[in-house]
């Protein structure tokens, strides 16, 4: 069996600030540890696709969707959804 390494290049954007643990220097650090472990080279590497709307809403209520879609779009931030 192997192991999936899933990723997206836009989880890089994500920046809540210095103190929490969701930030792109953690995702650079992870990274950088499977490389320098050997353990990088036994991952399948997968493209996690952007979530559809439905996909969303199994967990967040669509008022809120529609609200981070409008402000990802007036920030010009990378869309939440496909």
Do not use: K
């Amino acid at each position: 069996m192997t192991t999936a390494f899933i990723t997206r290049g836009d989880c890089r954007l994500h920046d809540m600030g210095t103190h929490h643990s969701e930030s792109p220097s953690r995702l650079r650090a992870v990274e950088d540890q499977l490389t320098a472990s050997g353990v990088m080279n036994f991952l399948r590497h997968e493209e996690a696709p952007l979530a559809t709307r439905e996909q969303l809403e199994r967990v967040h209520g669509p008022e809120y969707i529609t609200a981070l879609e409008r402000a990802a779009s007036a920030a010009a931030s990378p869309p939440i959804s496909r």
